[in-house]
């Protein structure tokens, strides 16, 4: 069987680009019988993406790579909305093609795509109108075309069903894992990272782009509420879209984007991770946290109760004072904090990448051997 896969979404350093860069690299890794054949397309970020196939090779990894100057706005008016140009003329034969949500090329062969969250749909006002107005298309072109749909979690499933018309039989739940690099700590890891970014004091950490579905507001003026001048509000990400939230005055500091290699200390070494996201589609940094031994205060709605399971303190997001609660209560209660990290860190065991590239093996197989 020869599977193509589009990797073109790597280089957005979001959840999403982490979650296929995992996939490809163990999916390479666990299957031995089957031919890949990956797909970039790519101008601005081409180093992004020559670094990933070259660090594929050097683990050992067997594909074929093609790689061409096709933007993303060139790409869906050729595959989207025109609908020329198999893939097959770029990449030549393959059995199965596993795209992203965003770009549905025409093929022969049979077609499966992964559909992380549905924010496009769910909260359009987040959003540039245009960008929901293709999120849209998109979907309606699933819905003619696809063979199987793999979402991350049941919560993603049931939006799905929920929103566009298909058989539910037709998606797939294929939980993504966690990266070995997030594990525990050193103090001296620990404190080499709190030295290079300047944390002098205890600190609160949230992961995530800077969005509105992310919250980060609320947590702000939760963390602000508590009047604590002894700790910090730290926070991860790059900056996305929508209103900047003002950090002003309070004891906030924000590090933007932060290497992988940095973030694994940088959960071990805070007091604890608060994650009151509006909605994920999965929600990678409280998997990351759990698997750093950090304590996760989160949301408990979406997909975020699927992934800590009974191993975290769950808040109504939209309730700045429930929020600033949790925050309180985990701060003075030593045992429950200990608690949460030793079921954290067994909740976290049972994510595991070879387990996803096994079940996205088994599930290219099952759709090639359909007639």
Not at 263 to 276: D, E, M, Q, R, W
Request: glycine fraction near 6%; proline fraction near 5%; aromatic fraction near 8%.
């Amino acid at each position: 069987m020869i599977i193509g896969i589009d990797i073109s979404q790597i280089v957005y350093q979001t959840g999403v680009s982490r979650y296929t860069k995992d996939l490809v690299r163990n999916l390479l890794l666990a299957d031995k019988e089957n031919e890949y054949k990956l797909y970039a397309g790519v101008i601005r970020q081409l180093p992004q993406i020559l670094n990933f196939l070259k660090q594929l090779k050097n683990d050992g990894a067997k594909f074929k790579s093609f790689i061409y100057p096709i933007s993303p706005k060139l790409a869906d008016k050729f595959w989207n909305q025109w609908r020329l140009l198999e893939i097959e003329n770029l990449i030549g034969h393959i059995d199965v093609w596993h795209s992203s949500n965003w770009t549905q090329p025409p093929t022969k062969a049979k077609k499966i795509t992964t559909i992380h969250d549905l924010t496009p749909v769910l909260f359009p006002n987040y959003h540039d109108q245009l960008v929901v107005e293709n999120f849209k298309r998109n979907l309606q072109l699933i819905e003619k075309n696809i063979d199987m749909v793999t979402v991350d979690s049941r919560a993603t499933k049931d939006d799905l069903v929920n929103n566009i018309n298909i058989d539910r039989q037709k998606i797939t739940v294929i939980y993504p894992g966690v990266d070995p690099i997030f594990c525990q700590k050193s103090k001296e890891g620990i404190d080499n990272v709190k030295k290079k970014y300047k944390l002098e004091k205890p600190y609160i950490l949230s992961v995530g782009t800077k969005e509105p579905r992310k919250n980060i507001k609320r947590l702000i003026e939760a963390f602000v509420s508590l009047g604590r001048s002894d700790i910090e509000l730290v926070l991860v990400g790059k900056r996305g879209w929508g209103e900047e939230v003002e950090v002003g005055k309070a004891k906030v500091k924000e590090l933007g984007f932060v290497e992988d290699k940095d973030l694994p200390a940088l959960y071990s070494g805070a007091i604890l991770f608060a994650y009151p996201s509006l909605y994920e589609g999965f929600g990678f940094p409280v998997l990351e946290a759990m698997a750093c031994g950090c304590p996760v205060i989160t949301s408990n709605i979406s997909s975020l109760p699927e992934v800590v399971g009974q191993t975290a303190l769950l808040v109504y997001p939209k309730e700045t004072k429930e929020i600033a609660n949790a925050i309180n209560t985990l701060l003075n209660d030593d045992k429950l904090r200990q608690k949460l990290v030793k079921n954290g860190l067994e909740q976290a065991k049972k994510f595991s990448w070879e387990k996803t590239a096994n079940q996205m093996i088994k599930t290219y197989q099952d759709i090639n051997n359909v007639n």
